[in-house]
């Protein structure tokens, strides 16, 4: 996406008790995310429902309706914005975006960097414009996950950040609330390695990185890593990429 320009601050509605909303065709383009509260949006038509997380990006000549509940009035995060797109835009549809923690970052972020003016808080909040509306392209365009994938994906994510962990599979079967022959199984079809192997291979990636970032010895980083034997260390390092530890330092 490119030359992304705001027609109007960012900023944040919290609609009033007896809020109705009904645009007149749209003149550019308005994203708006809903950060609380409860409501429906009506586009040439069709309903959504709306909650935290909704968000859509409605493009110039739409026309779109919105009604809340007034005990549970929505907080509207937004702003107008020209865009030469050189790709797909997020659909005008809302999509449920289920990092909310994100969704808010970016959002303050962009309203902070706006209001700080100058060369830097305009640039700063062009480019969390830009990361929204990637955002919402992604929600809309990728599969959920399952709630087994979900997991799978947090598992991963915790052993890659932590290879030097004495990971187990029971222990991970136990985090997936399955059995180790269906931990596994649902494993492999995920990462396309067994547990043991994708441990291996964010070990080997973690050892790279120390032999080539740090000054640490082959040694230090084999014991590091959970290896007792150095020379098994090596040897599957060599194998896995090509070189020895000490040709890589």
Wanted: charged share 25%; aromatic share 8%.
């Amino acid at each position: 996406m490119t030359q992304l320009s705001f027609n109007s601050p960012p900023t944040y509605w919290r609609c009033e008790p007896g809020w109705f909303w009904h645009s007149r065709p749209l003149p550019d383009h308005l994203l708006w995310c809903v950060m609380d509260g409860v409501g429906e949006l009506t586009l040439d038509g069709r309903q959504e429902q709306l909650g935290p997380g909704s968000c859509a990006v409605f493009r110039p000549g739409d026309a779109p309706m919105a009604r809340h509940d007034p005990h549970r009035r929505l907080l509207v995060f937004g702003m107008h914005f020209d865009i030469e797109a050189d790709g797909e835009m997020p659909p005008p549809w809302p999509v449920r975006v289920q990092d909310m923690t994100l969704l808010g970052a970016l959002a303050r972020r962009c309203d902070r960097s706006f209001r700080r003016g100058g060369p830097l808080g305009a640039r700063h909040s062009l480019l969390c414009l830009e990361h929204l509306l990637c955002l919402l392209h992604e929600e809309a365009t990728d599969d959920a996950l399952g709630p087994v994938d979900a997991e799978l994906d947090r598992i991963t994510e915790a052993m890659r950040q932590d290879p030097s962990r004495r990971w187990t599979v029971t222990e991970l079967a136990r985090l997936a609330a399955l059995s180790r022959a269906q931990f596994t199984r649902r494993f492999i079809a995920y990462t396309g390695l067994t547990p043991a192997r994708y441990l291996i291979n964010v070990r080997l990636a973690r050892a790279h990185e120390l032999l080539t970032e740090t000054n640490m010895t082959v040694t230090q980083i084999a014991a590091t890593l959970g290896y007792i034997d150095v020379a098994y260390f090596s040897r599957q390092y060599k194998r896995h990429t090509g070189r020895a530890p000490s040709v890589a330092r």
